[in-house]
């Protein structure tokens, strides 16, 4: 089983669960919060909306990490492409100036 495969077996049984929680639990409730206040609400439905809201606050923070590990992939992948560039040149056998003496570019000893 894959990673993705489990999470999304995590996710579904605790999807699972919290339905199986807010059904036993419909009582009708007053809710305050803030400055507003709901009368005769469905606990289920407060269960339900609660649990959504907390997934997509979690799914938006992922995002967020995600984008910033993109970003640095990206930046990586950069460094490494300039990187191999300037192995690449240095590892080129250099070519004789125009106009110099050969005899200075054949290093101690004159050849």
């Not at 439905?45 to 997934?55: F, K």
């Amino acid at each position: 089983m894959s990673k993705m495969q489990f999470y999304f077996v995590l996710a579904l049984l605790c999807a699972v669960l919290v339905a199986v929680f807010a059904v036993q639990n419909n009582d009708s409730v007053d809710i305050t919060f803030l400055f507003w206040h709901f009368g005769g609400i469905s606990k289920v439905l407060v269960i339900l909306v609660s649990t959504v809201v907390g997934a997509l606050l979690v799914l938006f923070l992922g995002f967020g990490q995600y984008f910033e590990k993109t970003r640095r992939v990206r930046r990586l992948e950069g460094e490494v492409r300039d990187l191999k560039n300037e192995l690449e040149k240095l590892s080129r056998p250099s070519e004789p100036v125009p106009g110099a003496d050969p005899a200075l570019s054949s290093g101690p000893g004159g050849k």
